[in-house]
Each structure stands twice: as structure tokens, then as C-alpha cells.
Nanobody
Framework: QVQLVEAGGGLVQAGGLRRPSCAGS????????MGWSCQAPGKQRELVAS???????NYAESVKGRFTISRDNAKNTVYLQMNSLKPEDTAVYYC???????????WGQGTQVTVSS
């Protein structure tokens, strides 16, 4: 059974930082592209950042220079370092895993990040 479990969300003031994490099980973590997406109330879920098997990263324009995605395959964990947070970053942040070989995609349950002004 595949599980992606996010942790580390919470309430933070504008300009602050958070570092949510996502621990995976039931998959060969190192063979998956990992990503973080966010969904704000009334909006569609959108990709925030991703990191491939060879650690190539990709970011949404809105977070470039502020967020950093990283992975620790030994711990089956992916992180999202969120700096200089803005109220518009408020959303539920979801972790996902995508296997480029099997094309399977898995999602975590999400963690809420709220940025107060």
C-alpha cells in the first residue's frame, strides 16, 4: 500500500518560513519524481515544485527564489523549504509521487499552510 504523509504545515506570519516534509512508503522512492502542489480555496490545484530522479528541479514562477524542493532518498522523504512567505501562499500543500516507468501517480492527504498578514 502506497502512502505519502505530509507534515510541517501550520500558521506563519508573512515573511516567515516553513519546511513541510513528505514521507513515502510502499514505493521505490528513488525511482519517482516527487512534487509539491497547492490548492487554495476556490482554486484549482497547481504544481509548485518538482524534483526528478536525477534531482533536476522545477518551480512555479510565483515561488522561484523563495521555495526550494529537496529529497533524501535514504529517508524516503521530500521537503519544501518555504521562505519569504506571503499571504497568497496560503493553501493546502499536497505531496505527489510520479513513476516515469509505470506512469503511476500517488498523492498525500495534504498539509495546510496559512500565512497571516
Amino acid at each position: 500500500q502506497v502512502q505519502l504523509v505530509e507534515a510541517g504545515g501550520g500558521l506563519v506570519q508573512a515573511g516567515g518560513l516553513r519546511r513541510p516534509s513528505c514521507a513515502g512508503s510502499g514505493i521505490i522512492f528513488s525511482l519517482n519524481t516527487m512534487g509539491w502542489s497547492c490548492q487554495a480555496p476556490g482554486k484549482q490545484r497547481e504544481l509548485v515544485a518538482s524534483i526528478t530522479i536525477d534531482t533536476t528541479t522545477n518551480y512555479a514562477e510565483s515561488v522561484k527564489g523563495r521555495f526550494t524542493i529537496s529529497r533524501d532518498n535514504a529517508k524516503n522523504t521530500v521537503y519544501l523549504q518555504m521562505n519569504s512567505l506571503k499571504p497568497e501562499d496560503t493553501a493546502v500543500y499536497y505531496c505527489n509521487a510520479w513513476n516515469p516507468y509505470t506512469k503511476n501517480t500517488y498523492w498525500g492527504q495534504g498539509t495546510q499552510v496559512t500565512v497571516s498578514s
